[in-house]
């Protein structure tokens, strides 16, 4: 797997993948980042890449349901993937758009940005641009079964519903309720049957029940299986 041979003779050494993916409130983003920081690897969230796209496509002011996967690609055009200290960004134009891509607007609108079938293709290839460069940790949607199918480690987060929409309400900072959590675990489980072609384990992936873990906890798992594989 390792590509070409360097001046010096040796086969350069081929950058480590670690694959995370799982359910809707998984934990798949924040996990991978930690794991990212504690291996000393870049963090690529491949749903950042989506929501990029669909903040440029707002910035034209189009209407929703107006749009084409020609109009997205098109918008999409200046969008760069950027590597930082622990992590790759999406830069529109330029500049960096954390706040912009988290906004009410582009969360009510990427999941039909994330439906088309070629800006999935342009989102999975500037994910593995990112990997060519640096060791990563990548997640996201068909990461270890579409994106990398040959990842050195394939991790796949699950938790009971009611679990992650409890952890959906922390996230937000949202006081609990039995009301607001019982809502939460409706809206988790219809993401879950909505998703559901999209969210397969590969065949060789690490499922992890974190239901009864703590972030550290299911953190250090998955640190020490990608120590084990890249030793």
Same mark, same amino acid.
């Given at each position: 797997m390792a590509g070409g041979v360097s001046h010096s003779g040796a086969a350069p050494r081929r950058k480590f993948v670690i694959a995370i993916d799982g359910p809707a409130a998984s934990g798949k983003s924040s996990t991978a980042q930690m794991v990212a920081?504690? @291996?000393?690897?870049?963090?690529?969230d491949s749903g950042s890449l989506y929501r990029a796209a669909t903040a440029a496509i707002l910035r034209r002011h189009m209407g929703s349901s107006k749009w084409t996967e020609q109009d997205v690609l098109d918008a999409a055009r200046p969008i760069e993937l950027r590597a930082a200290r622990t992590s790759f960004y999406p830069a529109l134009e330029g500049r960096a758009i954390e706040d912009e891509i988290r906004g009410t607007e582009v969360t009510e609108n990427v999941s039909r940005v994330a439906q088309m079938p070629r800006v999935r293709e342009w989102v999975d290839e500037r994910v593995r641009e990112a990997a060519r460069s640096a060791d990563v940790v990548v997640d996201g949607r068909d990461i270890g079964t579409v994106v990398f199918p040959d990842a050195? @480690?394939?991790?796949f987060l699950v938790a009971d519903p009611r679990e992650r929409a409890a952890r959906r309400l922390r996230q937000r900072g949202t006081p609990s309720s039995q009301m607001l959590l019982d809502d939460e675990t409706i809206r988790i489980t219809e993401r879950d049957a909505?998703?559901?072609?999209?969210?397969?384990?590969?065949?060789d992936a690490v499922i992890i029940d974190t239901t009864g873990l703590t972030q550290q906890e299911q953190v250090e798992q998955i640190v020490t299986l990608a120590k084990?594989?890249?030793?």
């Open positions: 920081e504690k @291996l000393g690897y870049l963090h690529v050195d @480690l394939k991790i909505r998703d559901a072609g999209q969210t397969v384990p590969a065949a084990a594989g890249s030793g």
